[in-house]
């Protein structure tokens, strides 16, 4: 039987909740993967797909950026990647007749996850100013569209370009190029709201804004701390590397506000004993901190480091690396010996043993890595939290040696790939003197908008024109009613996209979507089958191979897409042949090889078997590329977050079947939710000192200081073990929450991380739809 998009959208009426997980995998991953895929694609197609899933000659998965390891198992996938697949090679098709049936107004109230569930986009769609439905259009016509609204512009700055992960190094170094040739770095992307605190730290205090580890160091760690990630939903395939490094000897300690089960145990799915025997314990350490502690606890266990140091001199530090290679040591040094536990222990909720436990397993370990996610990035101070991490590393010298480093783990599969060819607001003169000289022009200098200015751009009518490369930035971003308002201000908004979701339903005054090739796709071009590239986590570049035929005739690939706007807009400007690019991808690659650094020899070095690593300073020969050309141990002042009596702190979180805003199915199994998504779960101590029952329907206030209280109406509060006082919901329908200028200081990363809540009884019922926002 043919699978069906559904007709009705879901409603929390029929939520159950069960007791979490205590491990990861084993067969359910299997199953929960498998059934889907050979239900919507049949057992061929899916043997067929399944079995190319980054393998060399294959396809690299849509999901996660988690490195490839050398030795490739048949099946080199997780769970979510096989959903991912499932996802992008459904035979669902969103037909004309679907466009006919209904209209953008009916569409506002379906989910994101009811919008996914309707195919794949199959030709080119077009809305016209004060047209409440999409008509097909046909593909020279669409350039048309978006060529003429570009160059009526008074300023390129009125252009923004927004580029999600998942869009490969070919499509985004085309993007970036066009949009400086038009004249501005308007080059918002889904890493300002991610990892965007990671690259302003690490920038400053080791010289790069990425890994400094390898694969192969997971294996040597000694020890491995991992903060603020769920690998076990996120990540799923690290699992694997956790293992390996547990049998190798490492000690693994979290840091987290709520026991994933990634991170207690994890079923190997690959092995006999994954399916027959007990699980794999993860976590030797398991610390539940506070929401918003994580920088008072690193400050307590540099301190005990230090302080250990000052009793055995000469046995703790390594100080030969600190004085060849560091500054400000002492003044970190000064800085920590004031810590006070009492604050600590207050901020992060963990006895000072707990904290003894963590610095003594630092301290007796030779090769430490830290690991991280958005469970540090997206608080008020997560540049200074990750400088912490970093100030911890220094002091051991666990930067620049096998199985030891920083590793923070990005969540989309090419997002790092994006930044490393240009798809960034304020990219440094040295890339943009390279591209001006290779492409013949002078790019623009300024800084341009990241994705919240650029929000905020659009509500003050500055931006005209909203291009969005992949994703789905209304689905993604904080203040979900100020970012839908400001988007319906513009003047035309283009999406390319495989699926529907949010930023189609929510328009521009004329908008267009383009129906893009998926990485499962093969993508011909006139000069034959082409591949594209992708970046990973620790900095390796490996080539991707289309494997099945486009869904319709009508799709095309994002670099084709790119291209043919590039020439409908600037022509033959400075002598791009941006029709020639479409036709053979090499030619992009050649130039990437004279821009971009580390990529010299594109060409060859991606036809590699497995491709090849860029350089990494820190990681290579311990060169660190800062103002003072020295890592830099810093100070960082503490700043306690606040929650008044009666308030809960919220984080938002992904379920285990979502990937960022993609709802592949309305359960959380780990967490032990199925058929519903509008939870919020909260200590049971909590609820019992609020006077709410376990199961309640309650409305979900968020206070700001300088701005109105905004709420969720008819959320289930669930028993759940956080820390006290912490509570967590699901992004992206706790996103509303947020205001647009709550954000991190530095990096404008949205803060979606310790928000102050507070829950009041709901007459609000089971919703249907999207949840009720005031």
Known sequence: MSPRAPRDDFSDADLEVSEPKRYAAGIGGVLHSMEPAIKQMGLA??????????????????????????????????ENGGKAVTWEATPLKVERSFWREHSLSSLEDRTEYWLGMQGRLVEPVYKAKGADHYEPIDWEEAYRIVAEHLRALDDPNEAAFYTSGRASNEAAFLYQLFARVLGTNNLPDCSNMCHESTGTAMLQTVGIGKSTVSYSDFAQADLIIIMGQNPGTNHPRMLTALQEAKENGARIVAVNPLPEAGLIGYKDPQRIRGYLGKPTRIADQFIKVRLGGDMALLQAVSKRVLEAERLNPGTVLDREFIERYCDGFEAFAEHVARVDERAVEQATGVPAAELDELAERYI????????????????????????????????????????????????????????????????????????????????????????????????????????????????????????????????????????????????????????????????????????????????????????????????????????????????????????????????????????????????????????FVLPNGPRDARRFDTETGRARITVNELEPVECPPGRLLLQTVRSHDQFNTTIYSLNDRYRGIKKGRYVIFVHPDDLEELGIEDGQTVDVFSEWRDQPDRVLRGFRAVAFPTPRGCAAAYFPEANV??????????????????????????????????????
Not at 46 to 75: E, V
Not at 364 to 380: E, F, L, P
Not at 486 to 509: D, F, W, Y
Not at 737 to 755: G, I, Q
Request: hydrophobic share 35%.
């Open 364 to 611: 007796s370990s030779d090769r430490v890595i830290v690991c991280w996610a958005m469970g540090i990035t997206q608080h008020r101070k997560a540049v200074d939290t990750i400088k912490e991490i970093i100030n911890l590393l220094l002091l051991r010298g666990n930067i620049g040696r096998p199985g030891a480093g920083a590793s923070p783990i990005r969540g989309h599969s090419n997002v790092q790939g994006d930044r490393t060819m240009g798809v960034w607001e304020q990219m440094p003169d040295s890339f943009l003197d390279a591209l001006g000289e290779e492409f013949g022009f002078e790019p623009p200098r300024d800084h341009g908008v990241d994705a919240v200015h650029g929000i905020r751009a659009l509500d003050e009518g500055r931006i005209k024109v909203w291009m969005g490369l992949g994703g789905n930035l209304l689905g993604a971003i904080s203040d979900t009613s100020l970012a839908e308002s400001a988007m319906r201000k513009t003047r035309l908004s283009v999406q390319l996209s495989t699926k529907l979701n949010r930023s189609h339903v929510v328009t521009g005054e004329e908008a267009l979507i383009l129906p893009v090739l998926g990485r499962t796709e093969v993508d011909m071009q006139a000069s034959g089958p082409q591949y594209v590239t992708v970046e990973d986590s620790v900095c390796a570049v490996h080539a991707s191979h289309g494997q099945i035929e486009p869904i319709s005739d009508r799709v095309r690939s994002e670099t084709a897409i790119v291209a043919g706007i590039g020439h409908a807009t600037l022509g033959d400007r400075h002598g791009i042949d941006w029709l020639g690019f479409a036709d053979d991808y090499d030619l992009i690659r050649d130039r990437i090889s004279r821009v971009v650094p580390g990529c010299e020899n594109y060409n060859e070095k991606t036809r590699r078997r497995d491709g």
């Open 45 to 78: 197609r899916t043997a067929k797909l399944m079995t190319k899933i980054n393998h060399r000659g294959g396809f690299d998965c849509m999901s996660c950026a988690w490195p490839d390891p050398d030795h490739r198992k048949i099946a080199e996938f997780c």
């Open 737 to 774: 929450l947020v205001p647009l200028d709550s954000t991190a200081l530095e990096s404008n990363t949205p803060v979606s991380k310790a928000v102050v809540i507070r829950l009041e009884p709901s007459s609000a019922p089971a919703g249907v739809g999207r949840p009720a926002v005031v």
